[in-house]
């Protein structure tokens, strides 16, 4: 069973890469390409040599993440750059096959915005499923190798804002730049949505003198489990419930009125949260 279980990890988690090939591949033909925006990464790359030599995108993509490929051989273990290799070359062949495709608009700031929009669907997509296709962020990782005092991250954002600037200066369009940051910050946060869905929930801290009331009077009329972490108050020394609990966005409203019914004097802090796993939220096992 847990060879069969491991497959069909597997297969999910190939057929969700030649998903995010199909938004990235999106992304830039309908997008980025016909209206000259040079975003990031390697593609950023291959795009500015399309707007200058009409060279393609897939092709040129395919070329250049082969040396970086073979840099992270050492570092990175030969299993993840074969996965970054089968992405990076699938994403170069959705690239070209869908180039036939018309633009869907050439204004420059819809085009980022919906550019965005695909490759942070892309970008979700691989992280969520462990896959990479190469490019900055894995020469950032290489990088980052030898010159460990910066970080990852910053590495990635070094070498992409090369790359941006390089292209608003060669085609002499700073433009570009902005362009470029509208499409990184969509694609930041879509990417975001997608690993952490669009299931968000409330976290709430409620500070009661009556916490055993409290914790009854929501127990008995919510799906939603309770705990109690014992508090003080440092001002009055008095002792505090301290009850924590999780409840989805929609049934806030009816847990604040359940805490005012038993005692109108609680403190009520309620915090967004990227992420609940567990019984009433997503499943432990939802991710490979």
């Not at 199909?22 to 000259?36: G, I, Q, S």
């Not at 085609?171 to 669009?198: C, H, Q, R, W």
């Not at 009331?213 to 008995?220: H, I, N, P, T």
Request: charged share 15%; with cysteine; proline share 4%.
């Amino acid at each position: 069973m847990k060879i069969k279980e491991k497959w069909k990890q597997e297969i999910l988690r190939y057929l969700a890469m030649l998903a995010g090939c199909f938004f990235y591949a999106l992304c830039l033909d309908l997008f980025l390409v016909p209206n000259h925006i040079v975003g990031g990464g390697v593609t950023g790359i291959a795009t500015l040599g399309n707007i200058l030599f009409q060279w393609n995108v897939g092709i040129v993509s395919i070329l250049l993440n082969i040396p970086i490929l073979l840099l992270g051989l050492k570092t990175q273990g030969l299993p993840f750059i074969i996965r970054c290799f089968i992405t990076n070359t699938m994403l170069g062949i959705f690239t070209d096959l869908l180039a036939f495709l018309p633009s869907i608009t050439y204004n420059p700031l819809l085009a980022a915005m919906y550019g965005g929009l695909a490759q942070g669907i892309a970008i979700g997509l691989f992280v969520r499923f462990s896959m990479s296709s190469g490019g900055t962020e894995l020469l950032g990782r290489v990088i980052h190798h030898g010159l460990p005092q910066i970080g990852i991250p910053a590495w990635i954002a070094i070498l992409d804002g090369m790359i941006v600037l390089t292209g608003a200066i060669v085609m002499k369009n700073p433009e570009n730049v902005l362009y470029a940051l509208i499409l990184i910050f969509i694609s930041t946060k879509v990417s975001d949505m997608v690993l952490t869905g669009l299931n968000r929930a409330k976290l709430c801290y409620i500070i009661t003198e009556h916490p055993e009331e409290v914790s009854r009077c929501l127990l008995a009329n919510s799906p939603r489990g309770v705990t109690n972490l014992t508090g003080k108050g440092m001002y009055s020394g008095t002792p505090r419930g301290v009850l924590l609990t999780c409840v989805k966005s929609h049934q806030l409203t009816e847990m604040k009125r359940l805490v005012r019914s038993v005692d109108e004097a609680a403190f009520v802090i309620v915090s967004e949260t990227t992420e609940v796993r567990g019984k009433g939220f997503e499943s432990m096992d939802a991710d490979i």
